[in-house]
Nanobody, 116 residues
Framework: QVQLVESGGDLVQPGGSLRLSCAASGFTFSSYAMNWYRQAPGKERELVASISSAGGVRTYADSVKGRFTIARDNAKNTVFLQMNSLKPEDTAVYYC?????????WGQGTQVTVSS
């Protein structure tokens, strides 16, 4: 059974940093690319960052490029999202999701709120 558990969300001031984690289980983690998505109130869910199965290829949405970094630890079945220079428009629920090859699996998400 595929399980994805996101953590690390919090209330942070503009300009601050957060590190999100997603612990995965129930599949061969190292065989799949992993993605971070986010959904802000009243908006569609959007892809924020992706990382290939071995971690060598990383891609980012233009809105977060240069501020966010995706990483993974295949020994611990965990994917991370380091978020720096946070802006109010980064406020959203953040989700991790494996590659479409695995199927349509989502965690419960973790809330990030950027506000002074």
């Amino acid at each position: 059974q595929v399980q994805l558990v996101e953590s690390g969300g919090d209330l942070v001031q503009p300009g601050g940093s957060l590190r999100l984690s997603c612990a995965a289980s129930g599949f061969t983690f190292s065989s799949y690319a992993m993605n971070w998505y986010r959904q802000a109130p009243g908006k569609e869910r959007e892809l924020v960052a992706s990382i290939s199965s071995a971690g060598g290829v990383r891609t980012y949405a233009d809105s977060v490029k240069g501020r966010f970094t995706i990483a993974r630890d295949n020994a611990k079945n965990t994917v991370f999202l380091q978020m720096n220079s946070l802006k109010p428009e980064d406020t959203a629920v953040y989700y991790c999701r494996p590659s479409d090859r695995l199927g349509d699996y989502w965690g419960q998400g973790t809330q990030v709120t950027v506000s002074s």
